[in-house]
C-alpha cells in the first residue's frame, strides 16, 4: 500500500482520542455524578476498554507502517530519490510514532491503575 | 551577466530610497523581522535587569510594588509574544525559501502585512510601560484579578496588543506550512527536505492550534472588561478556570513553539560541522512530530494545585513524563551525528553545546515538576523560574546565538568574530548559570515567584544578591555579542561562499547575495545536495535548472505537489506595494482605538483596513495571466493559473479555516465547561434562545452553503446571469441565516451581562453572525470579479476559496444552532 | 523577620513535605547522573578527533534516546502515582477542619469549636502536633495560594469554589505561610504564621480564641470605636462588628501584623498606624493621618491588651 503524510498523525491522533476520552470522562464523571466517596470505578472501567481499543488501532498502524518500511530491499537511512525509499521512510517514522504513542497511551493507563478516587 | 539573468534581477530588485519600505521579499521582511524581534529581546533583557536589581537585597526600593509588577508581567509577555515567537518566524521567513531553493515563501504580502502588525503591536505594548499605563496581570492574566480588580486600560493592552500580534503570527503559519507542502524545489521527496522544514512544518500547525484558543480566551476575557458578560464573574456563574485552561492549552505547546525551531537551527549546524549527514533522520522526524502531538496533552499541569481530581492530575502528569522521550531522542540523535564526523572547531557548536548541557537541566528539572506531589511544592515558585529559563535559554536562545554566527555571513556576507564569539559564550554561559541555578534553591527554600521585595533573614538574601550579580555577567555576554553583530565591518573581507562548507540548499547564497535567491531551481536528490551532487552549485549559477529567466519580468517561482515535489504550477508572486503597510496599520489602529474606547476612531479605522485589504486583494491575487501555459526550463511547461487544492490560495483557506474552528471550538468548549461546573445549566428559571431560532438559522445555513455549491458549479458557464442569481439568492439566505440567529436570543430577551448561559450563547451567536458577514463580503466579492472580468467561467480561484470558506461556514452556523436549540432540552 | 519561623519546603515539618522532600532528593540524585554521562557524552563527541561507526552510533539513539528514558521515566511515574493518593486523600471524619479564606491581602480564618461555634480569627493557624488536619480554602476575590512549604504542598484558593487540603504537621515550631499565586499589588507581602504545638497547648488557645473581649481601663477602646475602625474590624464583645478586616478580638496574641509582614510589637505597630502604606503598598487599609500621638499610643497599648 501507498501511505502518505496523513499517516504519520493516526498513532498520535489514537493517543489523543484516548487521552481525551480518558480526561473527558474523568472530569465529567468526577465533577457531576460522583458517589460519597469518590470512588472512581466505573471510569477506571472505562478507561481499560479505551486502552484496549486504541493500542489495538496503533499496533495496526505500527505493524503496517513496519511493512512499509522494511518493504524490498530496505536499509536505513532512507534517503534515496525513489519513492520506494520516500514510502520506508514514512513507513519508519510512522512505526517510530506508533511505539512512542502506545508508551504514551499506556503511561495514561497507568494512572487508572494507582488512583482508585476523584479527590 | 547575461541577458536572462539581467531580467530575473530587474524582476526581483530591491526598491530603493523611500520605497524601500514597501519591499515584500522575504530576504527584506525576513531581515526586518529579525531586528525588530532581537530589538524586543533587548527590552526584555533590560526589564529581567531592573528585577534583579530590586531582588538583590532584600526590603529594596529601587521599584515600586507596581512598578515591579508591570515590569515582570511586560517581561514574560514581550519575551515571550514579542521574541519567542517571532524569531522563529522571522528566522524562517528569511531562510525557509533558500533551504528549498525558492525564490520567496507563496505570500509575500501576507508576510510583510504579519511583520508591519508585529511592529505595530509591539510598540504599542512596550510603550504603555512608559506611560505607567502597563498591563499588571502577570503573562498569564488570570481573571477575576485582571476583570474586575484592575478596571485601568493596561489588561486592555495586554489583551488587544498581543491579539493582534497573535493573528500575525497565525498569518506567518499558513504562510511557511504552504510553503513547506508546496514550495519545494522539484524532486525534494519528504524524506529529502532538510530537517529545518520538518521542524517548522510541525511548530506551524501547532501554532494553528494553540495560539486560536487563546485568541477565544482574549475574546472572552475582553468581552467581561468592555461589555460585562460575565464569563469568569463567579457571583453570575462564571468561572476563572475557564481561563485557566484556555490560557494553558496556548500556553504549554507554547513552550515547544519556541523550542522546536531552535532546535531546528541546532540540525542544521551539527551535520555541517560534523562533515557528516544527521545520524537518525527518521527519529529526529519522530522527535518533532511527536512532540507536537504530546505538547498538546500537558497544559494542565501548569494547574495541578488548582484543586482538580487527583486522576486528571495523574493523566496530565504522565503524558507529561512521555513528551521527555522525543526531547531525549533529538539530544541522542546530535551527539550520535557528533560522535561519527570529524568534528570542525567553532563558536556555533559551543553555543550548540551551551544549549544542550542547559536544555539538558531544564529538562530534567521539568520532568520533576511534572511529578504532580514535587510541583506541589515547586509550583509558583523561584524553582519554576530557574526551571523554565533553564528550559527556554537553554532551548532557544543559546541555539538562536548559534544559529546568528552560523548565518550571519549567509545574510551580510561577512563572518563574525570567532574570538568575540568565545568570550560571549563564557560570559553568557558562566553569567547564566551564576543567575538561574541558585533559583531552584531559593524556590525550595520558600521564595514565591512574583514578588516585588522579601524580608531579611529568610536564608533569600545571598541566594538573590548571587543571582543578581549572575543576571550582569550574562548581561555582559550579550553586550559583547551585540558589539560583534553591529561592529563596523567595513575592511573585512567578504566572507567565502558556502563559509561552512555545509551541504544544504541555503549554501547556494552568492556572496554578496543577490536578490533573487537562486539563480536557477534545481533538481533535488539528496538530502545534502551540496555534498552529493556532482557539479551542483555550477547548474545552479549557470541557469542550467528551472525558471532561470523572466521573460515577462513579473516575480515567479516554483509550486510542487506535497509528498514526491512534482512541479505542478508556475506561481506569480506578488512583488513590491505599500498597501499591506496601510492594511497593518488601519488594522492596528482597530485594537489601538479599541483599547481607550474611542469607538469613532475605531470604526473609521476598521472600515479603512477593510477597504484597504480588499484593494489589496483585488489587484494583487488571483490574477488571469496573459497566457495559461509557460516553459519553465528543461523542456517543461507548467500551468500559471491553477484553482482548488493544487493552489497555494485554496491550502491558505484551508489551514486558516483550521484554525479559526479552532478558535470556534474553545467557545463551544466554554459552553460545556459551565455545563460541567454548575448544577443547573442552563439555570432552570432563564429563558434560553428557543428551538424554533437557531433551528431555522441551521436550515438558512443549510440553503446558503448548497447554493454556494451551485454557484460554484455555475460560474463554469460562460454566460454568467445563472451564477449572479444563484449567488444573490445565496447572500439572501446567509443574511435570513444572522437574522434569525440573532431572533432566538434577542425575542427572549437574553441578556448576556445577566448569567453566564446568556453569554456563553450569545458570544456562540455573535461569531457565527461575524462569520456569515464575512462569507456575505466575500459573496459579493466574487460577483463583483466577474463582473470586472477578474474571474471567469475558467480562471475561478476566488469562487472556488469562497466555497471552501463556505464549508467550514456550514459547520460553524450548524454546531452553533445545534449547540444552542438542543443541549438545553438534553441536560 | 523572626529567624525561626523556617519558611523552607525542605525544612520538612510534616508528613506531606517528608514525602515530597525525599522524592526531591531521589530525583535530583537522578537527575545529576543523567546530566553528567550526557553532556560528558556531548563534550566527548565534540572534541574526539576519531570518527565512530554509525551502527555504534545509532545504537546510543535508540539505548540512551529512547529505551533507556522510557524505563526510567515509568519508574518514576510509577513512583509519583504512588504517593499521590495518600496526598490528595481527605484528613479523617472528625479531623479538626478549618476555614481559611484569601482576602487581598490577608487570610481570614474560621475554627470550629466542639459546639459547632465558628471562631474567627486571622492571619496566625495554629495546630496540634502529629494530628491530621483538613483545610477549606476559599477565596473572597482574587485567586490566591495557601502555601506552608514545611508541612506540605500548596493549593489555590479559587473563588466559586471551595478547595481542600489535608496537612499533618510532625514538629512542634513556628512556621511560616505564603500566598503562592501572584494576587496583585501586595502579593509579595500576604504572608501568615503557623504555630504548632501539643494537643493540650492547642485545646488552650482554642479555648481562649473562642472567647469575647473583656474590657479594660484603656481610652483605647473608644479611640477604636470614634475614629472609625470599627467600620473594617470586628472586636467580638464591643460595637465593633466590620467584615471587611481581619477580626481582632485576640490580636494582642498573635505574633505578627499586616499578615505576616511585620513582628506583633508595640515599637512595629505605632510604624504600621503611622506608615501603613509605606509597610504595605496597596493594603487596603487607609492611612489614619488625622491620628494624634496621644490616639496612636492609647490604640496600641489597646491593641495589644487584646490577648
Not at chain 2, 121 to 144: D, E, H, K, Q, T
Not at chain 2, 368 to 377: H, K, N, R, S, T
Not at chain 2, 390 to 410: D, E, K, N, Q, R
Not at chain 3, 63 to 73: D, R, S
Request: hydrophobic fraction near 50%.
Amino acid at each position: 500500500m501507498n501511505i502518505n503524510l496523513w499517516w504519520l498523525t493516526f498513532s498520535p491522533l489514537c493517543w489523543a482520542s484516548h487521552f481525551l476520552a480518558s480526561y473527558l470522562t474523568t472530569a465529567i464523571y468526577c465533577a457531576k455524578f460522583t458517589s460519597a466517596d469518590s470512588d472512581a470505578m466505573p471510569v477506571r472501567i472505562a478507561v481499560a476498554i479505551f486502552t484496549a481499543i486504541a493500542l489495538t488501532m496503533i499496533a495496526t498502524i505500527g505493524v503496517t507502517s513496519l511493512r512499509v518500511h522494511r518493504m524490498g530491499h530496505a536499509t536505513l537511512p532512507h534517503d534515496d530519490d525513489t519513492p520506494r525509499d520516500e514510502q520506508r521512510f514514512l513507513g519508519f517514522a510512522a512505526l517510530l510514532l506508533s511505539i512512542l504513542s502506545g508508551i504514551a497511551t499506556l503511561f495514561t493507563a497507568l494512572v487508572f491503575f494507582f488512583m482508585e478516587t476523584c479527590h | 551577466m547575461n541577458e536572462q539573468a539581467q531580467r530575473l534581477l530587474e524582476a526581483w530588485r530591491t526598491p530603493k530610497g523611500w520605497r524601500y519600505w514597501s519591499a515584500v521579499n522575504n530576504s527584506e521582511v525576513g531581515l526586518w523581522y529579525t531586528i525588530t524581534a532581537f530589538a524586543f529581546l533587548l527590552f526584555g533583557g533590560l526589564l529581567a535587569l531592573a528585577m534583579r536589581i530590586q531582588l538583590a537585597v532584600p526590603d529594596n526600593d529601587f521599584l515600586t510594588a507596581d512598578q515591579y509588577n508591570q515590569v515582570f508581567t511586560m517581561h514574560g509577555s514581550v519575551m515571550m509574544f514579542l521574541f519567542a515567537v517571532p524569531i522563529l518566524e522571522a528566522i524562517s521567513i528569511l531562510l525557509l525559501p533558500q533551504m528549498m531553493g525558492a525564490r520567496d515563501l507563496p505570500f509575500p504580502r501576507l508576510s510583510a502585512y504579519g511583520f508591519w502588525s508585529f511592529l505595530i503591536g509591539g510598540i504599542f505594548v512596550c510603550g504603555s510601560l512608559f506611560f505607567g499605563a502597563g498591563p499588571r496581570g502577570g503573562w498569564f492574566m488570570y481573571p477575576p484579578m485582571t476583570t474586575e480588580y484592575q478596571t485601568d486600560v493596561g489588561a486592555d493592552i495586554w489583551l488587544l496588543g498581543l491579539s493582534f500580534i497573535e493573528i500575525a503570527s497565525i498569518a506567518a503559519a499558513v504562510e511557511l506550512i504552504v510553503g513547506v507542502l508546496k514550495c519545494r524545489p522539484p524532486g525534494m521527496r519528504l524524506n529529502l527536505i532538510p530537517l529545518y522544514a520538518w521542524y517548522i512544518l510541525v511548530v506551524a500547525a501547532m501554532i494553528l492550534f494553540a495560539f486560536p484558543p487563546l485568541i477565544a480566551g482574549d475574546l472572552l476575557m475582553e468581552l467581561e472588561r468592555a461589555l460585562d458578560w460575565p464569563f469568569f464573574d463567579v457571583s453570575r456563574g462564571g468561572d476563572p478556570m475557564l481561563w485557566q485552561h484556555l490560557f494553558w492549552i496556548f500556553g504549554h505547546p507554547e513552550v515547544y513553539i519556541v523550542f522546536l525551531p531552535s532546535i531546528a537551527l541546532v540540525a542544521m549546524i551539527v551535520p555541517t560541522f560534523a562533515r557528516t549527514p544527521m545520524v537518525g533522520y527518521g527519529w529526529i522526524v519522530l522527535a518533532a512530530v511527536g512532540t507536537g502531538f504530546l505538547s498538546f496533552g500537558l497544559w494542565v499541569h501548569h494547574m495541578f494545585t488548582t484543586g482538580l481530581p487527583g486522576i486528571t492530575i495523574g493523566i496530565f502528569s504522565a503524558a507529561s513524563e512521555a513528551v521527555a522521550i522525543p526531547t531525549g531522542v533529538q539530544i541522542f540523535c546530535f551527539i550520535a551525528t557528533l560522535l561519527v564526523g570529524r568534528v570542525t572547531k567553532s563558536v556555533c557548536l559551543l553555543f550548540v553545546l551551551a544549549g544542550l548541557a542547559t536544555f539538558i537541566i531544564g529538562g530534567l528539572t521539568g520532568v520533576m515538576v511534572a511529578i504532580a506531589p514535587f510541583d506541589y511544592q515547586a509550583h509558583d515558585t523561584y524553582f519554576i523560574v530557574g526551571h523554565l529559563h533553564y528550559v527556554l535559554v537553554g532551548g532557544t536562545i543559546f541555539p538562536i546565538v548559534a544559529g546568528v554566527y552560523y548565518f550571519y555571513p549567509l545574510v551580510t556576507g561577512k563572518q563574525l568574530s570567532e574570538r568575540l564569539g568565545t568570550i560571549a559564550f563564557w560570559l553568557m554561559m558562566i553569567g547564566f548559570n551564576v543567575s538561574f541555578f541558585p533559583m531552584h534553591i531559593t524556590g525550595l527554600i520558600g521564595m514565591p515567584r512574583r514578588v516585588y521585595t522579601y524580608p531579611a533573614g529568610m536564608g533569600f538574601d545571598n541566594l538573590n544578591m548571587i543571582s543578581s550579580i549572575g543576571a550582569f555577567v550574562l548581561a555582559a555576554g550579550f553586550v559583547v555579542f551585540l558589539w560583534d553583530l553591529l561592529r563596523p565591518k567595513g575592511k573585512q573581507p567578504l566572507a567565502p561562499r558556502n563559509v561552512w562548507n555545509a551541504g544544504t540548499l541555503e549554501w547556494l547564497a552568492e556572496v554578496p547575495d543577490q536578490p533573487w535567491g537562486v539563480r536557477s531551481i534545481p533538481i533535488i536528490k539528496s538530502r545534502y545536495p551540496l555534498w552529493d551532487q556532482e557539479n551542483f552549485v555550477r547548474d545552479v549559477d549557470e541557469g542550467k535548472f528551472y525558471l532561470p529567466d523572466a521573460e515577462e519580468g513579473l516575480r515567479e517561482t516554483l509550486v510542487t505537489s506535497t509528498v514526491e515535489a512534482t512541479p505542478i504550477q508556475c506561481l506569480r508572486v506578488p512583488g513590491p506595494t505599500f498597501l499591506t503597510l496601510g492594511a497593518a496599520v488601519f488594522t492596528g489602529g482597530v485594537f489601538i482605538f479599541g483599547t481607550f474606547h474611542w469607538y469613532v476612531a475605531t470604526c473609521i479605522s476598521g472600515v479603512l483596513a477593510f477597504f484597504t485589504i480588499l484593494a489589496w486583494l483585488w489587484t494583487g491575487t488571483a490574477i488571469i495571466p496573459e497566457k495559461t501555459e509557460k516553459d519553465v526550463g528543461l523542456g517543461l511547461t507548467l500551468p500559471i493559473y491553477v484553482s482548488g487544492p493544487d493552489a497555494v490560495g485554496w491550502w491558505a483557506m484551508f489551514i486558516t479555516m483550521l484554525g479559526d474552528m479552532t478558535a470556534f471550538m474553545s467557545l463551544v468548549f466554554g459552553y460545556f465547561f459551565y455545563w460541567t461546573v454548575h448544577e443547573d445549566f442552563p439555570p432552570k428559571d432563564v429563558d434560553g434562545p428557543g428551538v424554533i431560532w437557531p433551528l431555522v438559522s441551521v436550515i438558512c445555513t443549510l440553503i446558503a452553503w448548497t447554493l454556494m455549491l451551485l454557484s460554484r458549479k455555475s460560474n463554469r458557464r460562460e454566460g454568467a446571469g445563472v451564477f449572479y442569481i444563484i449567488t444573490v439568492l445565496s447572500v439572501v439566505m446567509a443574511c435570513c441565516a444572522a437574522g434569525s440567529l440573532v431572533a432566538g436570543p434577542w425575542l427572549h430577551q437574553m441578556d448576556p451581562t445577566e448569567h453566564v448561559y446568556q453569554s456563553s450563547v450569545c458570544v456562540l451567536v455573535l461569531w457565527t453572525v461575524v462569520h456569515l458577514a464575512v462569507g456575505v463580503v466575500m459573496q459579493l466579492y466574487c460577483m463583483a470579479r466577474r463582473a470586472a472580468g477578474k474571474m471567469t467561467h475558467r480562471f475561478d480561484a476566488d469562487i472556488v476559496n469562497v466555497t471552501l470558506y463556505w464549508h467550514f461556514m456550514m459547520l460553524t452556523a450548524g454546531i452553533t444552532g445545534l449547540t444552542i436549540a438542543l443541549f438545553p432540552l438534553a441536560a | 523577620m523572626n529567624e525561626s519561623a523556617s519558611q523552607s519546603a525542605l525544612d520538612s515539618a510534616g508528613q506531606g513535605a517528608e514525602k515530597i522532600a525525599e522524592l526531591f532528593y531521589w530525583m535530583t540524585a537522578g537527575a545529576a547522573v543523567i546530566w553528567i554521562v550526557v553532556v560528558g557524552l556531548a563534550v566527548y563527541a565534540i572534541t574526539s578527533r576519531r570518527e565512530h561507526p554509525v551502527r555504534l552510533t545509532s545504537w546510543l539513539v535508540i539505548g540512551g534516546g529512547a529505551v533507556v528514558p522510557t524505563i526510567v521515566l515509568t519508574l518514576l511515574l510509577s513512583y509519583g502515582l504512588a504517593i499521590l493518593p495518600e496526598l490528595q486523600r481527605p484528613a479523617p471524619e472528625g479531623s479538626l477542619t478549618i476555614e481559611v479564606a484569601g482576602v487581598r491581602w490577608w487570610w481570614r480564618v474560621h475554627y470550629t469549636d466542639q459546639n459547632g461555634g465558628r471562631i474567627t480569627t486571622a492571619n496566625e493557624i495554629h495546630l496540634p502536633v502529629n494530628q491530621p488536619v483538613e483545610f477549606k480554602l476559599t477565596s473572597e476575590d482574587v485567586i490566591h495560594s495557601f502555601w506552608i512549604p514545611s508541612l506540605g504542598g500548596k493549593v489555590d484558593m479559587m473563588p466559586g469554589r471551595t478547595n481542600r487540603l489535608k496537612l499533618h504537621p510532625t514538629r512542634e515550631g513556628v512556621y511560616s505561610g505564603v500566598c503562592a499565586e501572584y494576587c496583585g499589588t501586595a502579593h509579595a507581602q500576604m504572608r501568615f504564621r503557623v504555630v504548632v504545638t501539643d494537643q493540650a497547648t492547642f485545646d488552650e488557645w482554642l479555648t481562649n480564641q473562642a472567647k469575647d473581649y473583656q474590657a479594660n481601663s484603656g481610652t483605647g477602646e473608644s479611640t477604636f470605636l470614634a475614629r472609625g475602625c470599627s467600620a473594617c474590624h470586628a472586636i467580638r464583645g464591643t460595637s465593633a462588628d466590620g467584615v471587611v478586616g481581619p477580626d481582632l478580638t485576640h490580636f494582642g496574641s498573635r505574633l505578627s501584623i499586616a499578615a505576616g509582614v511585620l513582628d506583633n510589637t508595640t515599637e512595629n505597630l505605632k510604624l504600621w498606624l503611622n506608615d501603613t502604606h509605606g509597610v504595605k503598598p496597596g493594603v487596603e487599609m487607609p492611612e489614619f493621618e488625622s491620628l494624634s500621638v496621644d490616639e496612636i499610643e492609647s490604640l496600641v497599648a489597646f491593641l495589644g491588651s487584646l490577648q
